[in-house]
């Protein structure tokens, strides 16, 4: 039981990490997208709000004892990753450098 309780604890410790890297990340890439002139920055913007929102009720629900890190949000987290950093990221550098190239 000692085990689990320090395995719940350096999840959490995981998770809120996690949460601190994805509000750096976006800030960082609406300022990108700002400086960029992108025209769907508002809609990008409510994409972060949504996947920031999900992550932070998630980790809530975690520290509240009333989620555990299931399949279910194990696929979010890939997802997420694959979804968003590697396809909507690059997609985003290639308008930025299409734009400027212009």
Do not use: N
Request: charged share 30%; hydrophobic share 45%.
């Amino acid at each position: 039981a000692m085990m689990q309780g320090r395995g719940r604890d350096a999840l959490g410790t995981i998770l809120d990490t996690l949460a601190r890297y994805t509000i750096e990340h976006f800030a960082r890439e609406e300022r990108i997208w700002e400086r960029g002139g992108l025209p769907s920055l508002e809609a990008h913007r409510k994409l972060h709000a949504d996947l920031a929102g999900k992550v932070g009720q998630f980790i809530a629900d975690f520290r509240a004892g009333r989620a555990s890190l299931s399949m279910e949000m194990m696929t979010f987290l890939r997802e997420w990753l694959v979804d968003h950093v590697f396809k909507c990221d690059k997609a985003s550098v290639r308008a930025i450098t299409e734009k400027r190239a212009a």
